[in-house]
Nanobody, 121 residues
Framework: QAQLTESGGGLAQPGGSLRLSCVGS????????ISWARQAPGKGLEWVSG????????YYADSVKGRFIISRDNAKNTVYLQMNNLKVEDSGLYYC??????????????WGQGTLVTVSS
């Protein structure tokens, strides 16, 4: 059974940075794209970014393009989301997901428990 575990969330100031990690197990990690999505309080789930199986193709929502960088290390079964120049509106619970597509949109069947990101001065 696929399992995904996020870490790296916390409190950051506007303009600051955080790096999230997602470790996968129980499935052939390198065979799947991985996506990140987030949910702000009182709002719906928003797809943020995705990375294809080999790590060469990456995708971003317009709201984070130019500020976030997704990468993966298949040897460590880990996907990273480097978040720079954080804004208050980036706050929320961040989930990683095993993606059934290419990572360019949310199409997932397994999710982690989430890691909380709070951006505040």
């Amino acid at each position: 059974q696929a399992q995904l575990t996020e870490s790296g969330g916390g409190l950051a100031q506007p303009g600051g940075s955080l790096r999230l990690s997602c470790v996968g197990s129980g499935f052939a990690f390198s065979d799947y794209a991985i996506s990140w999505a987030r949910q702000a309080p009182g709002k719906g789930l928003e797809w943020v970014s995705g990375v294809y199986n080999d790590g060469y193709d990456t995708y971003y929502a317009d709201s984070v393009k130019g500020r976030f960088i997704i990468s993966r290390d298949n040897a460590k079964n880990t996907v990273y989301l480097q978040m720079n120049n954080l804004k208050v509106e980036d706050s929320g619970l961040y989930y990683c997901a095993k993606d059934l597509g290419d990572g360019s949109r949310l199409f997932s069947d397994s999710w982690g428990q989430g890691t909380l990101v709070t951006v505040s001065s």
